[in-house]
Protein backbone atom coordinates (compact mmCIF):
# COMPACT_ATOMS: atom_id res chain seq x y z
CA UNK A 1 0.00 0.00 0.00
CA UNK A 2 1.47 3.33 -0.90
CA UNK A 3 0.80 6.62 1.57
CA UNK A 4 -0.42 9.38 0.12
CA UNK A 5 -0.79 13.33 1.83
CA UNK A 6 -1.54 16.03 0.10
CA UNK A 7 -0.69 19.38 1.08
CA UNK A 8 -1.43 22.91 0.02
CA UNK A 9 -4.90 23.91 -0.05
CA UNK A 10 -6.50 27.13 1.52
CA UNK A 11 -9.25 29.77 1.59
CA UNK A 12 -8.25 31.94 -2.32
CA UNK A 13 -10.11 34.79 -3.85
CA UNK A 14 -11.67 34.12 -7.11
CA UNK A 15 -9.00 34.00 -9.48
CA UNK A 16 -5.95 33.00 -7.17
CA UNK A 17 -3.83 30.66 -7.43
CA UNK A 18 -2.78 27.34 -5.13
CA UNK A 19 -0.37 24.90 -5.82
CA UNK A 20 -1.19 21.09 -4.49
CA UNK A 21 1.01 18.60 -2.93
CA UNK A 22 0.86 15.01 -3.32
CA UNK A 23 3.86 13.27 -1.50
CA UNK A 24 4.14 9.41 -1.92
CA UNK A 25 5.78 6.59 0.00
CA UNK A 26 7.63 3.69 -1.81
CA UNK A 27 10.26 2.84 -4.56
CA UNK A 28 8.01 2.33 -7.16
CA UNK A 29 5.99 5.87 -7.71
CA UNK A 30 7.61 6.43 -11.01
CA UNK A 31 5.49 2.67 -12.25
CA UNK A 32 2.21 4.38 -11.07
CA UNK A 33 -0.36 7.19 -12.99
CA UNK A 34 -1.74 9.12 -10.23
CA UNK A 35 -4.55 11.15 -10.08
CA UNK A 36 -6.28 14.29 -8.67
CA UNK A 37 -10.35 13.98 -7.88
CA UNK A 38 -12.04 16.55 -5.62
CA UNK A 39 -15.57 16.08 -4.24
CA UNK A 40 -17.47 19.21 -2.90
CA UNK A 41 -20.04 18.91 -0.57
CA UNK A 42 -23.10 17.12 -1.64
CA UNK A 43 -21.46 15.63 -4.85
CA UNK A 44 -20.12 12.61 -6.31
CA UNK A 45 -16.13 12.73 -6.11
CA UNK A 46 -15.16 13.28 -9.90
CA UNK A 47 -12.28 13.59 -12.04
CA UNK A 48 -10.14 16.83 -11.63
CA UNK A 49 -6.41 15.47 -13.71
CA UNK A 50 -4.25 12.48 -14.19
CA UNK A 51 -0.77 12.13 -15.25
CA UNK A 52 0.67 8.22 -16.45
CA UNK A 53 3.42 6.60 -15.04
CA UNK A 54 6.81 7.10 -16.71
CA UNK A 55 7.62 4.54 -18.31
CA UNK A 56 4.06 5.13 -20.49
CA UNK A 57 5.49 8.97 -21.02
CA UNK A 58 4.40 10.75 -18.37
CA UNK A 59 0.70 11.69 -20.32
CA UNK A 60 -1.57 13.95 -18.78
CA UNK A 61 -5.65 14.00 -18.91
CA UNK A 62 -7.63 16.89 -17.51
CA UNK A 63 -11.38 17.35 -17.00
CA UNK A 64 -13.21 19.74 -19.25
CA UNK A 65 -14.15 22.26 -16.36
CA UNK A 66 -10.42 22.95 -15.83
CA UNK A 67 -8.57 22.29 -19.36
CA UNK A 68 -6.27 25.69 -19.55
CA UNK A 69 -6.48 26.55 -15.83
CA UNK A 70 -5.17 23.36 -13.92
CA UNK A 71 -1.69 21.73 -14.51
CA UNK A 72 -0.67 18.28 -13.36
CA UNK A 73 3.46 17.05 -12.85
CA UNK A 74 5.15 14.61 -11.03
CA UNK A 75 8.76 14.67 -9.40
CA UNK A 76 9.96 11.41 -9.27
CA UNK A 77 12.73 12.13 -7.47
CA UNK A 78 10.60 13.49 -4.56
CA UNK A 79 8.24 10.72 -5.20
CA UNK A 80 5.52 14.02 -5.87
CA UNK A 81 2.83 14.57 -7.58
CA UNK A 82 1.54 18.39 -8.00
CA UNK A 83 -1.36 20.24 -8.97
CA UNK A 84 -1.16 23.77 -10.12
CA UNK A 85 -4.72 25.61 -10.22
CA UNK A 86 -5.01 28.80 -11.63
CA UNK A 87 -7.69 31.18 -12.04
CA UNK A 88 -9.46 29.50 -9.59
CA UNK A 89 -13.52 30.01 -9.36
CA UNK A 90 -16.17 29.49 -6.52
CA UNK A 91 -17.24 26.58 -8.22
CA UNK A 92 -13.44 24.88 -7.41
CA UNK A 93 -14.46 24.41 -3.68
CA UNK A 94 -13.87 20.89 -2.91
CA UNK A 95 -12.00 18.97 -0.91
CA UNK A 96 -9.27 17.54 -3.21
CA UNK A 97 -7.72 14.07 -3.33
CA UNK A 98 -4.90 12.54 -4.66
CA UNK A 99 -4.78 8.99 -5.70
CA UNK A 100 -2.58 6.53 -6.79
CA UNK A 101 -3.33 3.54 -10.05
CA UNK A 102 -1.73 0.83 -10.67
CA UNK A 103 -2.10 1.50 -13.88
CA UNK A 104 0.80 2.61 -16.25
CA UNK A 105 -2.50 4.17 -19.02
CA UNK A 106 -4.49 7.01 -17.87
CA UNK A 107 -8.12 6.03 -16.10
CA UNK A 108 -10.34 8.52 -15.16
CA UNK A 109 -12.75 6.25 -12.68
CA UNK A 110 -12.55 6.18 -9.42
CA UNK A 111 -12.37 2.81 -9.30
CA UNK A 112 -9.56 2.65 -11.55
CA UNK A 113 -7.06 4.00 -7.97
CA UNK A 114 -6.43 1.73 -5.30
CA UNK A 115 -4.50 4.31 -2.91
CA UNK A 116 -5.81 7.51 -1.75
CA UNK A 117 -5.04 10.57 0.39
CA UNK A 118 -6.78 12.58 3.07
CA UNK A 119 -8.10 15.07 1.16
CA UNK A 120 -7.07 18.79 1.36
CA UNK A 121 -9.65 21.86 1.50
CA UNK A 122 -9.97 24.02 -1.60
CA UNK A 123 -12.43 26.92 -0.98
CA UNK A 124 -12.76 30.21 -3.13
CA UNK A 125 -14.76 32.53 -2.18
CA UNK A 126 -16.48 34.93 -4.43
Known amino acids: QVQLLESGGGLVQAGGSLRLSCAASGRTFTSYTMGWFRQAPGKEREFVAA??????????RYADSVKGRFSISRDNAKNTVYLQINSLKPEDTAVYYCAKSPRGEITTATIGYDDWGQGTQVTVSS
Open 51 to 60: ISATWTGGNT
